[in-house]
């Protein structure tokens, strides 16, 4: 099989999966400009090969009686080569462990290695979530009687501080992704484009590594955790993550933007954001100098 066809397969099963689920809480693309590239590849015989993996998310509902308390994230991407080797699949949800998570995935890969290799799937895929994700869940957290609250396990109830740099943010739509992903998993923070480009997002643990498993799988030419803070809320609920956070919402910040291309910042700028907020010291982290 040519990597044109491969590049048409993909494209065919992304349709198939957009007309079946065609709202976001079931599948979005989490990449819109590797699908264009991937069209124009496939539509165009002189195009070069697509610079990014497609990726995409499927949320899975399992038909089990307490479905409303369980829900299943798959962030998918799908490799250049795919259908010839298998996609890369992560399944997440709050109510698994670290261990239940590692299982499930491990279980997931060996389904489709024994039944699907060099084939499309993507629906094989969701459907095995589908039907066995809810029994990696402790029986006591499948349980009907037990509250949402409760079925938070005490590593879920971590509050998360993520410092990120990245050698530039100049896209618009990685910057769209920023927002709109932090918005999705209620984390707050900011973002700083241009170069270097800076984000900081905050709140539940499982959250913000859903956020640093999705930024990072977009094509950057360097992007890194430069920090992480990780505070245990004992019995915390909302109120106690609130009272953690030092920014109300996620929102992009420039800082009077100067350079041939107006995409540096005002550092010195920066520094006093930050020092109103609390975090002074993560600018020597970032930079290496202190801040004035």
Avoid at 85 to 90: A, D, G, R
Avoid at 151 to 159: G, L, R
Avoid at 210 to 221: A, G, I, M, N, P
């Amino acid at each position: 099989m040519t990597n044109r066809e491969e590049a048409e397969i993909q494209i065919s099963e992304l349709d198939l999966l957009s007309s079946m689920f065609p709202y976001e809480e079931e599948f979005i693309v989490t990449d819109q400009l590797a699908v264009a590239e991937l069209k124009h590849y496939v539509e165009n015989e002189s195009a070069e090969m697509p610079s990014s993996k497609v990726q995409f998310i499927l949320n899975v509902k399992p038909e089990v009686s307490n479905a409303s308390m369980v829900e299943f994230s798959m962030a998918c991407a799908l490799p250049f080569k795919y259908p010839a080797v298998l996609p890369e699949i992560t399944v997440r949800s709050s109510l698994l462990s670290r261990s239940q998570q590692i299982h499930l995935n491990s279980d997931l890969k060996t389904y489709l290695m024994q039944n699907c290799s060099g084939e499309p799937c993507m629906l094989n895929a969701r459907e095995w979530v589908k039907d066995h994700a809810a029994a990696y869940i402790d029986k006591e957290l499948s349980s009907s009687s037990v509250t949402a609250s409760n079925a938070m396990k005490s590593e879920d109830i971590t509050f998360t501080r993520l410092w990120i740099y990245s050698h530039h943010i100049y896209n618009k739509q990685k910057r769209k992704n920023i927002i709109d992903w932090a918005k999705e998993l209620s984390l707050s923070g900011f973002c700083m484009p241009g170069k270097p480009g800076v984000v900081c997002v905050e709140g539940l643990q499982n959250s913000c590594e859903e956020f640093w498993s999705r930024v990072r799988r977009l094509t950057w030419k360097r992007i890194v955790i430069r920090h992480r803070e990780d505070v245990s809320l004992e019995g915390g609920g909302c109120a106690e993550i609130q009272k953690q956070r030092k920014f109300s919402t996620l929102e992009e910040k420039c800082f009077d933007a100067h350079g041939t291309r107006g995409n540096h910042m005002d550092l010195g700028q920066l520094y006093r954001f930050l020092e109103e907020k609390g975090c002074a010291d993560i600018f020597q982290m970032y930079f290496g100098v202190e801040g004035q």
